[in-house]
């Protein structure tokens, strides 16, 4: 953690309208000593109550941990997890999973491998509804759209959500169809089933935020 938490780094990006490279300061900072820094996925799910925490920041520490990731290099993979497991009241609620599908040489390089068609059964068994990462125009995408999200070539995707006991959503005309529950959800389903029930291990879950 040291070589993510001691560098300090200006990114132009929270001022300028154009994108450019951080900048790199020279002097280095200590670890914090108030507060714990942990990292994980860029891509989080938070529950209702814990955005609240976050907006409303009753105990200061959000908008404190905010400051400290402005000069944090890949803030993104850090602020939710240590604002999380810093609370008393939120850090035995973790779920340790991103829902993505990702594929990494061994050993790890610094960017996951490209999925291709060679992927996609591996994709689907996994049950994870989203995956990385993807060349442009990459066959596998047209896949993708064809079986699983049974979309013709340059068409939006279906336009109505129903449910089990046959509601609907009210986006439906003619040249829309209809989105019901079918494989995809319940492999969904599968996956989450198993994620909460290894999260009801206490001992795991306290893991976790150590």
Request: aromatic residues 12%; proline residues 5%; positive net charge.
């Amino acid at each position: 953690m040291g070589k993510r938490g001691k560098p300090i780094i200006i990114d132009p990006g929270l001022y300028s309208a154009n994108k450019s490279e951080i900048w790199w300061v020279i002097k280095q900072r200590t670890l914090p000593t108030a507060f714990k820094l942990y990292t994980g996925s860029a891509w989080t799910i938070l529950s209702r109550s814990f955005s609240e925490y976050c907006i409303l920041g009753w105990d200061n520490l959000p908008r404190t941990l905010l400051l400290y990731y402005t000069n944090f290099v890949s803030s993104p993979e850090g602020y939710f997890q240590t604002l999380l497991c810093n609370s008393d009241e939120f850090k035995n609620t973790t779920v340790n999973h991103d829902l993505h599908y990702i594929a990494w040489d061994n050993p790890p390089k610094q960017h996951p491998k490209s999925l291709g068609l060679k992927d996609y059964r591996k994709m689907i068994l996994s049950n994870r509804p989203f995956a990385r990462k993807f060349k442009k125009n990459d066959p596998v995408l047209n896949k993708i759209d064809r079986e699983l999200l049974k979309r013709g070539g340059r068409q939006f995707s279906f336009g109505g959500w129903c449910l089990e006991d046959g509601k609907c959503s009210d986006f439906r005309s003619e040249n829309y169809g209809v989105l019901s529950p079918g494989a995809g959800s319940r492999r969904l389903r599968v996956l989450l089933r198993k994620l909460v029930s290894i999260n009801n291990n206490q001992s795991l879950s306290r893991r976790i935020c150590k």
